[in-house]
């Protein structure tokens, strides 16, 4: 799988959007992205994933470039709860038996 | 519904103690993952187990470290003579063990066992 590179830090102040960068210059046209985050205390949870479109949930948006390269996690209306550390994973398959390979990934900072 | 539940949430053991970490997953979830996390890193994968056979234990980092899913549910990862690099959060994980189209991949995190080796 390729390797990400994120920020280490970033704040945000509450209510605002919260755009998190990753790149991942060497991903494969197979390998998808996928966003975890990490409350403080808690296993990582599960925000998003996607291949080449961009892609929208109730938690969060996944921007991603067309050339694959890099891609953005956008939280729209950041909340104080949304403080917590953001993975970027690349994983070449959706299949639930993949392993995930996290890095130091980024901690945000929601400040009030 | 219920999480994936890990017990204990702590445990401080002496270096060359053996320990014993419980894992129950989400009911019928077919996948059940280890992970190892340390202070200020982010997890790194131990072993696999799809229902009671476990398909990749490339992340164990020494003979130390066995896990075992008698009965493709609850899991047990065991270190026996503690050392303190051993020291870390151990994340378990589950997923449906779905895959091909119209999986998500997610996998679902329990809370962790934080073990400190004194």
């Known amino acids: 799988d390729a390797k990400t590179t994120q920020p280490p830090s970033m704040d945000c102040a509450e209510g605002r959007a919260a755009n998190l960068p990753c790149n991942h210059s060497?991903?494969?046209?197979?390998?998808?992205v996928y966003w975890y985050r990490q409350i403080h205390s808690q296993g990582p949870q599960y925000i998003i994933h996607?291949?080449?479109n961009n892609e929208t949930n109730e938690m969060a948006s996944l921007i991603i470039t067309e050339d694959r390269k890099s891609s953005t996690l956008i939280l729209p209306h950041a909340t104080l709860r949304d403080t917590a550390v953001y993975y970027c994973?690349?994983?070449?398959?959706?299949?639930?038996?993949?392993?995930?390979?996290f890095g130091a990934g980024t901690q945000v900072v929601v400040t009030p | 519904g219920a999480g994936v539940s890990q017990s204990p949430r702590y445990k401080v053991a002496k270096r060359g103690q053996d320990v014993a970490l419980r894992c129950d997953p989400i009911s019928g979830h077919v996948s059940l993952f280890w992970y190892q996390q340390a202070l200020g890193q982010g997890p790194e994968f131990l072993t696999y187990f799809q229902n009671e056979a476990q398909l990749d234990k490339s992340g164990l980092p020494s003979d130390r470290f066995f896990a075992e899913r008698p009965e493709g549910s609850v899991s047990t990862l065991k270190i026996q003579r503690t050392q303190q690099e051993d020291s870390a959060v151990y994340l378990c994980?589950?997923?449906?063990?779905?895959?091909?189209?119209?999986?998500?991949?997610?996998?679902?995190f329990g809370p962790g066992t934080r073990l400190t080796v004194t």
């Open positions: 060497t991903i494969s046209g197979n390998e998808y």
């Open positions: 994973i690349v994983r070449v398959t959706t299949d639930s038996w993949g392993k995930l390979q």
């Open positions: 994980a589950s997923s449906s063990g779905t895959e091909g189209w119209g999986s998500l991949g997610e996998q679902y």
């Open positions: 996607g291949l080449k």
